[in-house]
C-alpha cells in the first residue's frame, strides 16, 4: 500500500466529510484508506459458525481453513498473495471415533448424564456418519507453538437419541499441536453433547497446547492431558438467541489465561438500571481461580471488545441512543485494566457521531488489535450508504483521527483485525474473504 503525503490525506478527508454533512450526522475527522481490499480466494461459506482461523506471522498471515475432505494451512503477505498450502489433516473417520472413556468425561445435560454409557455411545456412533461435513473452525483456534502450530476446532451434528426422548448437538472437540515437520506432537479430544461451546481461545505452554471453551453456562478448560472442567460458572445461562454483547481474549505469554468481559443490565427487564463492564481474569496456573471487576458503564452499550498489549488490557464499548423524534447519538469509549482487572483511569470517548434526523449509526461489529504501542478498535457498520469501517488508532496520547475503507454495497460481515508488524490488517466476509492492510503513520501526519 502506498502512504500518502499530509496533503493528499487532507485532499481525501474534504469529500467524506461532505458526505457525512449532507446525511444529517457529525463526527470526528476521519481518513480514507487509499487502495482496495484483496480478495483471498477463500470461500466465507460454511454451515454453521466460523469458517477460517489465523495469525500474524513472518511479516504475513497463515490460514486454518476446511475443506469436504481435509485441514488445510494456507499463508499470505501482508499484500494478501498466497505464498504457501500444506494439509494439516485429513478429516478421517478415526478423528471422530468416541469410546466410553471419553463419554465418561464428556459435558453434557443432566438428561444425558444419566443415560448408561452403552447406550449413549450406541446412540453417538449412529449419529456420527456424516459429521466430518460440518466442521467448525473458531476464529482464534490456530496458534504458533514453537516452530509449529496448535489449533482447536470441532465438528458437530444431531444426535438423536430416543432413550434421552429428544434430539441434541454433539460436538467432538480436538486441541492438536503440530510440531515444525507438521508430526501430531500432541492430540487431546472431548465430547459435548447438548452444551456445545460457542467460542473457543487457547493457551501455549511451552510445546503443549490448552484450550478455553466459552459455552451458554460458564467457561470450561481442557487439555495438555488435563479433562474438561468448568472454571467460571454464569448465573443465568446464555440463551443462543439472546447472548449478551461480550468479548473472549487469550492472553498469549502471560501469567493470566484468558480475559472474559461482558456487558450486564441488571434491571434491564425492567426498562430501568444501569449497565456494567463485569471482567473475568484467569489465572494461567490455575484458571479455577479469577480476578473479577465490575465498572458501571455510562447508557447502554450494544458491543464490546478487547484487546492485549502485553500487560494491559485495552476495551472498547460502543452505545448508540435513540431518542423518539429527537437526535441521534452514537459514542465509542475506551478504557484499560491491569491483569488483577482493575481499571486504570476512565472511560475515554474516542468516536462520537450523532443525526439532527434521528439516524442510526448502524454498528454491525466491533473488533480490537494491538500493535507496538498502539491499540486499534475497528467498527463495521452501514449508514444507509453500504458497507463502511472505521479503523481508530488509540495511543498514549488519546485517540487518533479514525480511517476509513468504504466497502460500497456489500453484505458485508465476520470482521477480523490483527497487527502484522507495524501495520494492522483488516479482513471479513462477502461473498469472499478479503483483506485490507493499513499502514500507519495515515493518521499521526493528520494528526500533528
Known sequence: MHRRAPWLLMIALIPLLALVAACGGSRMPSLVVPGEATDLGLSPKGL??????????????????????????????????????????NLQPELWAVDEAMLASAIMTHRYEDLPLVTLEGCIRSGLSDIARHVFVYDRGLVP??????????ARTTLECDEAGANATVSVEHIIVFDADFNRIQHDRAVWIEKAPMDAVVAVDGQSLR???????????GGGGAPVSRVVKFTDPWSGSEIPAHFFEPTPGQD??????????????????????????????????????????????????????????????????????????????????DDAATAQGELETILGWKSALGKSFGMQELVMAYRDGTYAAAILYD???????????????????????????????????????????ILWSDKVVRLLRVAPPYGVAASH
Open 256 to 337: 493470566v489465561m484468558f480475559a472474559l468481559g461482558v456487558i450486564e443490565r441488571p434491571m434491564a427487564t425492567v426498562g430501568q438500571g444501569e449497565s456494567y463492564l463485569v471482567l473475568h481474569m484467569a489465572d494461567r496456573a490455575d484458571p479455577s481461580s479469577l480476578k473479577v471487576s465490575r465498572l458501571a458503564l455510562p447508557e447502554h452499550p450494544q458491543a464490546v471488545a478487547g484487546a492485549w498489549s502485553g500487560d494491559r488490557l485495552g476495551v472498547t464499548l460502543f452505545a448508540e441512543v435513540r431518542p423518539p423524534h429527537a437526535e441521534s447519538r452514537a459514542m465509542a469509549y475506551f478504557v484499560t485494566f
Open 145 to 154: 507453538v514453537a516452530d509449529g502450530y496448535g489449533l482447536v476446532f470441532g
Open 48 to 89: 454453521m459458525g466460523a469458517t477460517y482461523s489465523l495469525v500474524a506471522q513472518d511479516g504475513g498471515i497463515r490460514v486454518l481453513t476446511v475443506d469436504e475432505e481435509r485441514v488445510n494451512l494456507v499463508g499470505y503477505d501482508a499484500e494478501g498473495q498466497q505464498t504457501g498450502a500444506e494439509i494439516l489433516l
Open 383 to 425: 449508514q444507509g450508504m453500504g458497507g463502511m469501517i472505521d479503523l481508530i488508532p488509540i495511543e498514549s496520547s488519546g485517540p487518533m483521527p479514525p480511517a476509513t475503507h468504504d466497502m460500497g454495497w456489500s453484505d458485508a460481515k465476520d470482521l477480523r483485525l490483527l497487527s502484522c508488524g507495524e501495520d494492522f490488517l
Open 211 to 221: 484450550a478455553a471453551w466459552l459455552a451458554s453456562d460458564g467457561v470450561y478448560i
